[in-house]
């Protein structure tokens, strides 16, 4: 590593994940990837031990997920930079990572051509935004285009994606270490705040914006 590298961490659950995204940055001059973590106590650990430029962090860790920890590494690290890696399209979660701080939100089949350009943008300070968001965010700005699951809080969002995806509440409670009545009470609030009535009109409003 040289003094002008641009150095990275990577934080995903998945070790094959990680190996593709390092070989992806492997193939650029001047980004090195010198610590990687499989969920937010080892990305936190990471960043206590050494210092890095850019962390791409997927948004779905077990724990704490991706937008918990870019809350935590702006600010504990307000000088690293963070891109959001996602398998979910821009539509549900990326003006939310913005929000947030994130220097930019990428889907994982995104070319590795766009990858290396976002960490060399981000380190610089700068933001990586795709046309179709800028196009979003114009529009939530003129007061217009936001969805209705903007209104939801970043664990009922989580609560809401997986209700829509079928999945029984017992099991969802599993997957984010909830209780059962805990559940209950998130998908009560969120078909409040969605204004609507039934598991089925969620997975339709999710299918529709292609959430799913």
Known sequence: MTH???TVLLVDDHAIARNGVRLMLGTASGIAVTGEAG???EAMQRVAEQQFDVALVDITMPGKNGLELLKMLRAGCPRMAVLIL???S????A????KLGAAGYLTKDAPTATLVEAVR???AGGKHVSPALVEKLAMMVGGGGAGDHEALSDRELEVFKLIAAGEALVRIGELLHLSPNTVTTYRTRILDKMGMASNAELTRYALEHGMI
């Open 121 to 123: 943008k981000a380190a």
């Open 39 to 41: 969920n937010a106590q």
């Open 4 to 6: 002008d590298e641009i």
């Open 86 to 88: 996602s398998t979910y």
């Open 95 to 98: 003006v939310r990572a913005l």
């Open 90 to 93: 821009e539509e549900i979660y």
